[in-house]
């Protein structure tokens, strides 16, 4: 059986894991972090960085914490800084041991990992449309009643579907009546707008949680950042297990940087956009079928899905790593994820792609 891994990047143990020969250049698609790289006024920052290894960090993360209400226009109270939005999932899922959490899928795997870890129950729902990813309201509804929490992604992973507002204040309303948490993933938000963010429903609802992460926008997966917007009693629960000092002080620092920089966020999406859109023409030009993403990644089914496997190793003998979608419920391996990267990058799969249909 060949072992797929269960998420994307570190793609060097994926060639080793499937003994195949690694070419001398190797594009990693199979990523989401932002091809751009990170604002540049890090770089400018980095020798003020040093004295701050030997520091101690301040345990609240301030003053980023205060920084991050201020933007999201909530107290200080409501933030919870972790490192990476995945820390801060791991430890909200522990909230759940031995409760129902209801799952949408296909949808970030690490929700299932972290949930069975804590020793949670998992409901599981489907969502047929992977395209627009419409959620059946209905049946979400339903199970609601008898769970206490439900798990959304938005917009979703891997398929980049933003989930529409009113439908997230639908489930939020009902999960009032019928006493069952929201914990809205926001991992991606910052490449649609913020007035697509469910942020505002944290102060008007008690049971809403929304996690950002800042590793993706930013470019700054290896520094790892993210945060949690939640009531004040939620977040000095989680606080209260979290590691004293959990965000270290290169990330504080670098963290408050990148949300001074807007300029490299809105460049960004404008780059991200201009290849998605050049990437989803080609793809379609060979008749595969697209999700329709506005994150900085998207997901194709070729026009015959059983073939999905020989062009995913096809890239790989070539140098283009996508990710799989073997893992995803719901896609059953017949989906391929790929994250925009630089056009050198980009031209080299369709290349690759070509090659293949040829
Ligand atoms: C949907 C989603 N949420 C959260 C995370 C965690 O991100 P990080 O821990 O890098 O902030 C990821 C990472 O891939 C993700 O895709």
């Given at each position: 059986m060949l072992q797929f891994p269960s998420h994307g990047a570190n793609y060097e143990q994926l060639y080793k894991n499937f003994k195949l020969d690694m070419p001398e250049i190797v594009y990693d698609l199979s990523e989401n972090v932002n091809f751009l790289g990170y604002p540049k006024q890090i770089e400018n920052l980095w020798q003020q960085l040093l004295?701050?290894?030997?520091a101690y960090p301040n345990p609240l993360a301030e003053p980023l914490r205060t920084i991050i209400a201020e933007k999201h226009k909530v107290s200080p109270e409501c933030i919870l800084v972790g490192n990476g939005g995945a820390e801060l999932l791991t430890f909200y899922a522990q909230l759940y041991k031995g409760k129902k959490v209801i799952l949408v899928h296909p949808t970030f795997s690490e929700y299932k990992m972290t949930l069975e870890a804590a020793g949670a129950e998992i409901v599981n729902v489907t969502v047929n449309d992977l395209v627009n990813y419409e959620l059946p309201l209905d049946e979400i509804k339903c199970h609601m009643k008898a769970a206490d929490c439900l798990y959304l992604c938005n917009p979703n992973n891997p398929t980049g579907a933003l989930i529409q507002k009113n439908a997230i204040l639908e489930l939020i309303e009902h999960g009032e009546s019928v006493v069952c948490s929201l914990l809205i993933d926001e991992a991606f938000m910052d490449w649609t707008g913020e007035e697509h963010s469910a942020i505002e429903f944290v102060t008007s609802h008690e049971n809403v949680t929304v996690v950002r992460s800042m590793t993706k926008m930013y470019g700054i997966a290896g520094i790892r950042l993210g945060y949690l917007i939640g009531r004040p009693d939620l977040v000095s629960t989680l606080r209260n297990r979290l590691p004293h000092w959990n965000v270290n002080n290169l990330a504080i620092s670098i963290g408050i940087e990148c949300l001074k920089d807007e300029e490299f966020r809105l460049r960004s999406i404008n780059e991200n956009l201009a290849i998605k859109n050049e990437i989803i023409h080609f793809l379609k030009s060979y008749h595969c079928t697209v999700t329709n993403s506005t994150a900085n990644f998207l997901c194709f089914q070729l026009q015959n899905p059983d073939e999905t496997e020989n062009v995913y190793f096809h890239c790989l003998r070539e140098g283009i790593v996508l990710r799989h979608t073997n893992n995803y419920e719901g896609m059953n391996g017949k989906w391929l994820r790929i994250g925009m990267k630089n056009r050198e990058a980009m031209d080299k799969f369709k290349e690759v792609l070509a090659d293949w249909h040829e």
């Open positions: 004295p701050k290894i030997t």
